[in-house]
């Protein structure tokens, strides 16, 4: 069984928010990829996801089976999640790139970039600089971003309903 809104999706959502904030030019991947080298860009985003957070209670929506009833029919249990992210910014515009994600990802302007995604900005901290020195010695300009975006995915799993109630009397001594 597959929830309605995926990691992928998660990351689909935020990438997209980033593109649309971010100078033309500046590259957006996903981290934790083995065997892949930095971007070759001047800027770039890295971006990963670090936890899942249970936001609230499950919650139950049911749907019984339509005449003529072949299959069952469903409960949908769905489950108000954190998706937690460190996005990492690299590049001379580390530090300008981070100031405009935190604005933007804080407002509604956020949120209007991630509608319809199922996914939507939860809070955004204040950047901090975590510079990082590369194999050849040299610094590299990082400014690290924790963010989270909120979702409400949804398990569907079949469900018997008792659409017919069959009644008789017992006599009682």
């Given amino acids: ?58 919650s139950h929506d049911y749907a019984p089976p339509t005449d003529p009833a072949p299959a069952p029919g469903t409960e949908g249990i769905a489950r108000s999640t954190l ?23 804080r407002d509604a302007w956020g949120a209007d970039q991630m509608k319809g995604s199922g996914f939507a900005p939860l809070y955004c901290e204040d950047p901090m600089q975590m510079p990082l020195i590369a194999g050849e010695q040299q610094w590299i300009e990082r400014w690290t971003i924790q963010c989270a975006l909120h979702a409400r995915p949804v398990v569907t799993v079949p469900m018997q309903f008792a659409d017919r109630l069959v009644t008789g009397l017992q006599e009682v001594k």
């Fill in 1 to 58: 069984m597959t929830p309605s809104l995926t990691e992928e999706g998660a990351f689909t959502a935020l990438r997209s928010a980033l593109v649309a904030l971010l100078p033309a030019g500046t590259e957006v991947i996903q981290g934790q990829d083995n065997l892949v080298p930095m971007p070759g860009a001047a800027n770039f985003v890295v971006m990963t996801l670090g936890r899942r957070q249970q936001m609230a209670t499950n």
């Fill in 83 to 105: 998706f937690a992210f460190q996005i990492d910014v690299y590049g001379d515009a580390a530090g300008d790139n981070a100031q405009v994600i935190t604005t933007l990802l």
